[in-house]
Nanobody, 121 residues
Framework: QVQPVESGGGLVQAGGSLRLSCAGS????????MGWFRQASGKERELVAG????????YYADSVKGRFTISRDNAKSTVYLQMNTLKPEDTAVYYC??????????????WGQGTQVTVSS
């Protein structure tokens, strides 16, 4: 079983940057498409970025295009989300997820516990 474990969340001022990491516990992420989702208070969870199992293809929600970059290091079984030019509306709990079936990774099989990102204005 794959168990994603997120880290790197925190409090940052608007315009700042954060890098989230997602490490694989148990089985590696090899062969899985990976996604970063977020859920703001009172809103539905949404996919913000995805990367396929090869690392060659990526997906971004319109709201984060040009600001967020997803990457992966399969040797380390780790996925990253570099978030630049953060806005208060990026405030949410961010979840890493592994999807063995779909692209973009909209139907994950495994979810992390989430990490809070708070952007102050």
């Amino acid at each position: 079983q794959v168990q994603p474990v997120e880290s790197g969340g925190g409090l940052v001022q608007a315009g700042g940057s954060l890098r989230l990491s997602c490490a694989g516990s148990g089985r590696t992420f090899s062969g899985y498409n990976m996604g970063w989702f977020r859920q703001a208070s009172g809103k539905e969870r949404e996919l913000v970025a995805g990367i396929d199992w090869t690392g060659a293809n990526t997906y971004y929600a319109d709201s984060v295009k040009g600001r967020f970059t997803i990457s992966r290091d399969n040797a380390k079984s780790t996925v990253y989300l570099q978030m630049n030019t953060l806005k208060p509306e990026d405030t949410a709990v961010y979840y890493c997820a592994a999807d063995g079936n779909s692209w973009p990774p909209t139907s994950p099989n495994y979810w992390g516990q989430g990490t809070q990102v708070t952007v102050s204005s």
